[in-house]
């Protein structure tokens, strides 16, 4: 489709979003003819960006007919909304194309969308620290990507991970504690650097949810996990997967070809003049014919034929260019 078969109005709704949206909004064009229209939808918080706990990426994709068929739209990288709020925010989508086909859509859509995360902005799911959910009166804080914890869960999470840190750091040389690249804080759920006052997060209470939380016992449930759990550590030993408790180092690796599995073939006559095969590290390849070979493997017959690299002195060598052969 060419640019002149492009229904005017699109051209003016592109220029009104890129108006109003940019530089947020990117609007993606092949030979001129415009093809998708993708934006990051965040809720109305006025100038409180750091408010803003939820987020989506909206892509329309526009048909040739557009607008008098409905564009596609889908929703990408959702931040702090789960599957329930991501369904309703689809089905409002579809139903808002049903009624307005024939008109200009994108700007609705995108004005819907916004509205929706503004009534939803509290984020959904579970702190991953210590899981709790997040309801009102908690502080919880918003990493650069748009995940969430409880402060004081946050906190704890990096103290312990600067202990930790410091730990391993001390088993090492002096010469490898030097190249050692120093502590940094990541995000718990997608390892990305961050940066936060760990004493500043102290301050914060616990969730609200762990001060009225009953007090743990164990159940009949989970008595049988432990049980189930118990049984493959121990199959899982037994097997040498694991290192079992108190090692303080791992178990040395034992790297094994598979002819060292098998064992020789016995024969029943002349096994007892038959000499013992040598091992290929206790021979060498020399220039004197009595010198023996070791075979490959105690199963594979020694290789008898001639080999490839030796000049005719019979000492070992490259063959020099345009010798004879």
Same mark, same amino acid.
């Given at each position: 489709?060419?640019?002149?078969?492009?229904?005017?109005?699109?051209?003016?709704?592109?220029?009104?979003?890129?108006?109003?949206?940019?530089?947020?909004? #990117? &609007?993606?064009?092949?030979?001129? $003819?415009?093809?998708? =229209?993708? @934006?990051?939808?965040?809720?109305?918080?006025?100038?409180? /960006?750091?408010?803003?706990?939820?987020?989506?990426?909206?892509?329309?994709?526009?048909?040739?007919?557009?607008?008098?068929?409905?564009?596609?739209?889908?929703?990408?990288?959702?931040?702090?909304?789960?599957?329930?709020?991501?369904?309703?925010?689809?089905?409002?989508?579809?139903?808002?194309?049903?009624?307005?086909?024939?008109?200009?859509?994108?700007?609705?859509?995108?004005?819907?969308?916004?509205?929706?995360?503004?009534?939803?902005?509290?984020?959904?799911?579970?702190? #991953? &620290?210590?899981?709790?959910?997040? $309801?009102?009166?908690? =502080?919880? @804080?918003?990493?650069?990507?748009?995940?969430?914890?409880? /402060?004081?869960?946050?906190?704890?999470?990096?103290?312990?991970?600067?202990?930790?840190?410091?730990?391993?750091?001390?088993?090492?040389?002096?010469?490898?504690?030097?190249?050692?690249?120093?502590?940094?804080?990541?995000?718990?759920?997608?390892?990305?650097?961050?940066?936060?006052?760990?004493?500043?997060?102290?301050?914060?209470?616990?969730?609200?949810?762990?001060?009225?939380?009953?007090?743990?016992?164990?159940?009949?449930?989970?008595?049988?996990?432990?049980?189930?759990?118990?049984?493959?550590?121990?199959?899982?030993?037994?097997?040498?997967?694991? @290192?079992?408790?108190?090692?303080?180092?791992?178990?040395?690796?034992?790297?094994?070809?598979?002819?060292?599995?098998?064992?020789?073939?016995?024969?029943?006559?002349?096994?007892?003049?038959?000499?013992?095969?040598?091992?290929?590290?206790?021979?060498?390849?020399?220039?004197?014919?009595?010198?023996?070979?070791?075979?490959?493997?105690?199963?594979?017959?020694?290789?008898?034929?001639?080999?490839?690299?030796?000049?005719?002195?019979?000492?070992?060598?490259?063959?020099?260019?345009?010798?004879?052969?």
């Amino acid at each position: 489709m060419s640019a002149a078969a492009v229904d005017e109005r699109v051209y003016e709704e592109l220029q009104a979003l890129e108006a109003i949206f940019a530089p947020d909004i #990117v &609007i993606k064009r092949e030979d001129g $003819v415009p093809k998708s =229209v993708e @934006i990051n939808v965040l809720p109305s918080t006025g100038d409180k /960006s750091d408010e803003q706990y939820v987020r989506l990426t909206l892509e329309v994709y526009l048909t040739p007919e557009y607008p008098d068929s409905s564009p596609k739209v889908i929703m990408r990288n959702p931040r702090g909304l789960d599957d329930r709020i991501l369904s309703c925010i689809q089905s409002d989508i579809e139903d808002k194309l049903l009624e307005n086909i024939g008109h200009l859509i994108v700007y609705e859509l995108i004005e819907m969308v916004r509205e929706c995360l503004t009534q939803c902005n509290l984020p959904r799911g579970q702190c #991953v &620290i210590c899981l709790h959910g997040f $309801v009102k009166g908690d =502080v919880f @804080i918003k990493t650069p990507c748009f995940h969430y914890f409880h /402060s004081q869960c946050l906190s704890k999470h990096f103290i312990a991970g600067k202990k930790y840190y410091e730990e391993e750091i001390d088993k090492l040389p002096t010469w490898q504690k030097i190249e050692a690249k120093p502590y940094q804080q990541t995000c718990p759920v997608c390892r990305s650097t961050v940066q936060f006052n760990v004493d500043e997060l102290k301050k914060a209470p616990p969730p609200v949810e762990s001060i009225d939380a009953q007090p743990f016992h164990l159940t009949d449930e989970i008595r049988a996990m432990q049980e189930r759990m118990a049984a493959l550590m121990a199959h899982q030993l037994a097997r040498g997967g694991v @290192i079992g408790v108190g090692d303080t180092e791992p178990p040395p690796l034992i790297i094994t070809d598979p002819a060292d599995q098998e064992e020789p073939k016995s024969s029943t006559s002349g096994t007892q003049n038959a000499p013992k095969p040598e091992t290929s590290s206790s021979v060498r390849a020399t220039g004197n014919s009595n010198a023996s070979v070791a075979p490959a493997s105690p199963t594979r017959p020694p290789y008898r034929g001639p080999y490839r690299g030796f000049n005719r002195r019979g000492k070992p060598g490259r063959r020099g260019r345009g010798g004879s052969r």
